[in-house]
């Protein structure tokens, strides 16, 4: 339990209620005590008192009048009278006001633990309870700012919860970030996280700035009109959002919305496949420039800034589409550029997105340099499979495709699996097995056949690879048909 008030005219028996308290079975963090109902009272509106035990008879203001003023605060403690008229009909007047408990003096020790302990569990369960009909509320708070339209049945529900509240006035705000933690609401304001990647607010109070001066010291916040009732949350909602999107674009902390009517310059189709484009080429630098003309103009209020937010979620659609064998690797980064409102501003978003591309783009050269390495490698070993029988060797295949002697080495193994050397040799010696099987003509015809003008040199090699001569396979294969 976080508190108690005891509230007794008799010093020693308050001392005495205050000690049995103290040592009770409940733990209570403050437990207060005064000496009549005007004190009480002070200390009521001051601090946050769960359970209040008080006496009836007592100056200045007792009891009964007490209990009556406290039901106008608002949060009225658990109230429990001590009193030591034992009178039936006394205690049922004071049960009618809103009392819970009543209690006779002198007071037995065992009496106040157990009633402490019913108490601590009943308040425990009224928390329980408070919490989740405030997070059912929430939930059906956030469904009605994203749905346009909502049933009259709906608007019914949200105006029994928060109708009270919204009634006088309020304001709705939207920003990336309000606070950490989970939805909460104060006497002045309620807070939603996390409504389409952004946190709201609504205010109802009267002191907007003093709240936006406390809790968004330094973040980036739109602000709707003031309105009245839950009909108009909807689009009190869509006006912070869109002043949000206004702060963000020009880079000022708090943006009002405003329906002026303004004649925004359209974003060309045309500029986004060109930036698109460029973004994939080793004229990159252009493709920035494309973009950030557009911050530029956007920042100075001539481009609408929802419609730059939806170029930038058409770009990464199209940079997704366009280089998807590079990006299908980068779903974690792609996803995270589309939440673009969870930076504070534009400039920071580009800062990051321009980073990422860059990198893209490095990736991109890479990819096209090993595409055209894995070209001239295959138009190598092509014109290998068609001149293997003339004096051929690394230097010709490598001049005659233009690529470097030593990278031309490099490459050929890493795509072959094999050095130049060993490959053309393998080619050569199974031409030579295919003609011994098939043909009668002279082994060392063969020899000059497949590329060898030496003929030792070609049974030398040809036995390392076969493990028997030239003469021997034909053999073993005449054999091994009839």
């Known amino acids: 339990m976080k508190s108690i008030l005891i509230v007794e005219d008799e010093k020693m028996i308050r001392l005495g209620i205050k000690a049995m308290v103290s040592r009770a079975t409940v733990p209570v963090e403050h437990i207060y005590d005064c000496k009549n109902g005007e004190e009480a009272l002070d200390i009521l509106k001051k601090e946050y008192i769960e359970v209040m035990l008080t006496d009836i008879r007592m100056p200045k203001m007792d009891g009964l009048q007490l209990i009556e003023e406290a039901q106008k605060l608002p949060h009225v403690p658990e109230i429990v009278i001590l009193s ?3 009178d039936f009909n006394y205690a049922v007047q004071v049960m009618r006001c809103g009392v819970r408990e009543y209690l006779l003096k002198p007071i037995e020790r065992t009496k106040m633990n157990e009633l402490l302990e019913k108490l601590d569990r009943e308040l425990e369960q009224k928390k329980h309870r408070q919490y989740y009909d405030m997070q059912a509320g ?9 749905t346009p339209e909502i049933t009259e049945q709906e608007i019914t529900v949200l105006r029994y919860q928060y109708g009270e509240r919204l009634e006088a006035g309020y304001v709705v705000g939207c920003t990336n970030e309000l606070m950490q933690g989970s939805d909460s609401s104060g006497d002045s304001y309620l807070i939603l996280h996390d409504v389409s990647g952004q946190d709201v607010f609504l205010y109802y109070g009267d002191d907007l700035d003093g709240f936006c001066a406390q809790n ?7 602000t709707s009109k003031r309105y009245t009732g839950v009909e108009q949350l909807g689009e009190a909602y869509r006006q912070a959002r869109y002043a949000r999107e206004d702060a963000f674009v020009r880079g000022i902390s708090h943006c009002l919305y405003s329906d002026a009517e303004i004649d925004y310059e359209p974003i060309s189709g045309e500029n986004i496949e060109k930036f698109v484009q460029l973004c994939g080429s080793t004229r990159q630098e252009e493709a920035f420039a494309i973009f950030e003309k557009l911050l530029a103009r956007a920042k100075k209020g001539y481009i609408e800034p929802h419609a730059l937010l939806e170029a930038i979620e058409d770009s990464l659609r199209r940079l997704v589409k366009t280089y998807q064998n590079i990006t299908m690797d980068e779903e974690h980064s792609i996803r995270n550029f589309f939440h673009i ?11 990051d997105w321009k980073e990422w591309l860059a990198g893209m783009n490095e990736m991109i050269q890479k990819e096209y340099d090993d595409y055209k390495s894995k070209e001239k490698i295959n138009q190598a070993i092509r014109y290998i499979q068609e001149n293997y029988a003339k004096d051929l060797n690394m230097a010709v295949v490598s001049n005659y495709i233009s690529m470097n002697y030593s990278l031309f080495s490099l490459t050929f193994k890493q795509y072959t699996g094999v050095n130049f050397v060993n490959y053309l040799k393998e080619i050569r010696i199974n031409e030579a097995k295919r003609l011994l099987r098939e043909t009668d003509d002279r082994i060392i015809d063969i020899s000059h056949n497949v590329g060898y003008d030496n003929e030792k040199h070609f049974m030398k090699t040809f036995k390392a690879l076969c493990g028997v001569s030239p003469s021997e396979y034909r053999k073993n294969n005449r054999i091994g048909r009839i």
Do not use: V
């Not at 930076?343 to 800062?351: G, K, L, S, V």
């Open 138 to 146: 929430i939930q059906q708070l956030k469904y009605m700012l994203l």
């Open 216 to 222: 968004l010291k330094g973040r980036y916040y739109g």
């Open 84 to 86: 030591g008229y034992d």
């Open 341 to 351: 409102l969870r930076y504070d501003t534009i400039a920071e978003y580009w800062a």
